[in-house]
């Protein structure tokens, strides 16, 4: 086998599959974004069944990435903090806004997705 087929590497993604080139040690990262992709997609798609996968997909990437921006904020305002004290009032303050900002998060996209399926209807 080729070099270059090591480097191929297939992902399914709302029942389509995707042939990527890859290096090697990317490939697992690669495979469980698909997944994460794959799955986001298939929870907003059941909650709206009429809306086109296209925009199930655009969806599904902006609550990834907003995700993705919201824990890269969290860990730069914890890898700041240099004081003992500070950080664990922090780690329990967090925990608790964690909780309110993932409820926040999931009801703003399903705000996001009712609204984008009712704007589908007309």
Known sequence: M???SQDIVTIKI?????Q????????????????????RIKSIKRKTRNLPIEKVAVLAGLDVVNEFLSNESTSVSNSNDTSTDKNDKKISADTSDEKTDS????????????????????
């Not at 709302?14 to 995707?18: Q, R, V």
């Not at 990527?20 to 799955?39: N, R, T």
């Open 20 to 39: 990527l080139y890859c290096p090697q040690e990317e490939q697992s990262s690669l495979i469980e974004a698909g997944e994460i992709l794959d799955k």
């Open 14 to 18: 709302a029942g389509i599959e995707y």
């Open 103 to 122: 409820s926040e998060e999931e009801n703003l996209s399903l705000k996001l997705v009712d609204e984008i399926s009712e704007l589908s209807k007309l």
């Open 2 to 4: 080729s070099e270059d």
